[in-house]
C-alpha cells in the first residue's frame, strides 16, 4: 500500500494535486475541486492535531472499529460513501486558497518522522506511522481520483 511518507508517492500527489484545475469535472459525488480540497485538508489537520474531531459514542466506535483495516489496505474505497459531519463542505470555497492550505498540511504530515507527533484518532483509535501515511494517501488517491487526476 502507497502512503505519503514514501517520497515517490508524495511527489507523484504533488503532480496530482498541481493538475487539478477549478473547472475539473468530477467523476462522481457534489464537491467541486475547491471543495475536495478543503474536505482532503481536514484529516490531515486532525492527525497533526490542528483540528479536533467529535469523538463517537462507544457503540460507533465499535461499529466503526470493523472498518479500521479498510483505511489503510490497498482495496479502494466505494464511491459516494458517506462522509464524517464534520467534513462536509457545502459551502463555496476559493480554489487557490484550498489549494494551498492543503499543500501545505500535505507537507507538514509527510515530514512527520514518529507516530508520536500524530494523535490518537478519536474514531479509530491508534494508528501506527505506517498506517496513519497509507491512510492519508488513500484518501487524498480516493478523491484525486474523482476529478480524474
Not at 515517490?8 to 467523476?27: F, G, K, M, N
Amino acid at each position: 500500500m502507497k502512503s505519503i511518507f514514501d517520497e515517490a508517492t508524495y511527489t507523484d500527489l504533488l503532480v496530482r494535486i498541481d493538475r487539478l484545475q477549478p473547472t475539473s469535472e468530477r467523476l462522481w459525488g457534489v464537491m467541486d475541486p475547491a471543495q475536495m480540497l478543503n474536505h482532503c485538508t481536514h484529516p490531515l489537520a486532525v492527525g497533526l492535531g490542528r483540528e479536533t474531531l467529535k469523538r463517537p459514542n462507544l457503540i460507533m466506535r465499535i461499529l466503526l472499529s470493523t472498518f479500521k483495516k479498510s483505511l489503510y489496505n490497498d482495496t479502494p474505497w466505494k464511491r459516494n460513501m458517506p462522509t464524517v459531519k464534520q467534513y462536509k463542505v457545502i459551502l463555496e470555497k476559493d480554489f487557490n486558497n484550498e489549494k494551498k492550505a492543503l499543500l501545505e498540511l500535505l507537507k507538514d504530515f509527510h515530514k512527520t518522522q514518529s507516530v508520536d507527533q500524530l494523535i490518537v484518532h478519536p474514531a479509530f483509535g491508534r494508528f501506527t506511522l505506517e498506517q496513519w501515511g497509507q491512510l492519508q494517501y488513500k484518501h487524498l488517491n480516493h478523491h484525486l481520483t474523482q476529478f480524474g487526476c
